[in-house]
C-alpha cells in the first residue's frame, strides 16, 4: 500500500509531535515549509523530505497528497486558504483561526474550491472520546444532570516570547487550551443554550477562565488555566456517571459506572490515528469530516467568540 504523503507547513514542537508519530503508520512526509530556511532543513533532514522557504514550492507538487499546517494560529487562515486555493486538502492545527470570521473564511474557500479542510482536534478521532459520546447517547448514565471538565497547564512558566503568552500572537488559556474541555462538551451535547464566562485577564491575554455551558436541564462547568497541571471530566447523570481521568491529552481510559457493574474503555488518542482517519476521508474523496465537520468547528468558535466578548478580550490586530 502507497503511503499518504505530506507537506508540513511549520516545523515547530507540534509539528515534530506529529511527525515522529505518523511516519511509523502509513504516512510520508514528502517537503517542509518554514519563513527559516534553517530549521526547514533541520526538521527535512529527520524525515527524509525536502525543506523550503517558499509556501508555493513546498505545496504546490504532484506528489502531495494533503497539507498539514502546525504554525501559530494567528497565520492559519493565511497558509490554508492558499493550499486549498492550489487544490491540495488541508488538515489544520486547532484553533483553525481567531474568530468566527476566520472559520467562515475557511468553510466558504472549502467549499469553492471543492477542496477537504478539517481542523486537527485529535481528541475526536479517538475511540476513546467517541466512546465515551457513544455512552452519553446511548443512555448508559440516564438523564444527564451535571459536567464537570477540567484543564490547567503552565503555559505561565514559558518564556515571555511563547506565543501562549504573546497577545500578539492571539495568546491566552481560552484558545490554545479552553478550545479542548468546550469542544468534548459541545461533541456531546451540542450547542448550550446559554453561556457564561468569568476570567482573568492580564497583559493582554487570558490566564484562565471558569466558562459554564447552559442546557437547560444541566450545565457543563469548565475550569481552564495556563496555572498548574490539572485534568479531567466527570459526567454525572441520573442512571450513574462517566469519568476520564484524562479526556483529550493522550487519554486511554473511560470509565462507566451504572446499575450494571463498572465498565472501563481502554483506547488511544494519538496523531497516528488522527492523520490516517483524515487521509482515508481524503482518499474516500470527501471534501467535510465526518469526524469534525464545519458546523463543530464553527460553533466551537462561536462560543470562544462569547467567551471572549464577556472578557472584553480583543487581541492588539483586532482593534
Avoid at 511509523?24 to 526547514?40: D, M
Avoid at 485529535?122 to 475511540?127: E, K, L
Avoid at 475550569?223 to 456517571?241: A, D, H, P, Q, V
Wanted: overall charge neutral.
Amino acid at each position: 500500500m502507497e503511503k499518504f504523503r505530506w507537506a508540513y507547513v511549520g516545523s515547530g514542537s507540534i509539528a515534530e509531535s506529529t511527525a515522529k508519530e505518523i511516519v511509523k503508520g502509513n504516512h510520508s512526509i514528502i517537503s517542509v515549509y518554514s519563513r527559516n530556511l534553517e530549521k526547514a532543513k533541520s526538521f527535512a533532514q529527520k524525515y527524509h523530505a525536502d525543506a523550503f522557504d517558499d509556501f508555493d514550492s513546498a505545496v504546490n507538487r504532484d506528489d502531495v497528497d494533503a497539507v498539514y499546517i502546525a504554525t501559530p494560529h494567528t497565520s492559519h487562515v493565511d497558509y490554508a486558504v492558499r493550499a486549498m486555493e492550489l487544490g491540495k486538502p488541508v488538515l489544520c492545527e486547532k484553533p483553525v483561526g481567531i474568530s468566527v470570521k476566520d472559520v467562515d473564511v475557511l468553510v466558504n474557500t472549502a467549499k469553492g474550491t471543492d477542496t477537504y479542510f478539517c481542523e486537527a482536534m485529535w481528541t475526536w478521532f479517538s475511540d476513546v472520546a467517541l466512546t465515551v459520546k457513544k455512552w452519553v447517547q446511548d443512555g448508559a448514565v440516564g438523564e444527564v444532570k451535571k459536567v464537570i471538565i477540567n484543564y490547567a497547564f503552565p503555559g505561565i512558566l514559558m518564556p515571555k516570547t511563547s506565543r501562549l503568552l504573546m497577545p500578539e500572537t492571539a495568546g491566552g488559556a481560552l484558545l490554545d487550551i479552553g478550545i479542548y474541555p468546550i469542544t468534548y462538551c459541545y461533541n456531546l451535547f451540542g450547542y448550550p443554550d446559554k453561556i457564561y464566562c468569568k476570567g482573568k485577564v492580564r497583559g493582554g491575554i487570558d490566564l484562565s477562565e471558569k466558562v459554564i455551558l447552559d442546557y437547560g436541564k444541566f450545565k457543563c462547568t469548565l475550569n481552564m488555566s495556563l496555572y498548574g497541571l490539572k485534568e479531567g471530566c466527570f459526567i454525572k447523570g441520573s442512571e450513574g456517571s462517566i469519568s476520564l481521568p484524562v479526556f483529550f491529552h493522550m487519554a486511554s481510559k473511560a470509565i462507566l459506572k451504572n446499575d450494571k457493574g463498572k465498565q472501563v474503555f481502554n483506547g488511544s488518542t494519538d496523531y497516528l490515528t488522527e492523520f490516517t482517519r483524515v487521509a482515508e476521508e481524503i482518499k474516500q474523496g470527501k471534501k467535510e469530516s465526518s469526524y469534525i465537520p464545519f458546523s463543530a468547528t464553527r460553533d466551537c468558535m462561536k462560543i470562544m467568540d462569547e467567551c471572549r466578548r464577556q472578557m472584553n478580550l480583543v487581541y492588539p490586530f483586532e482593534k
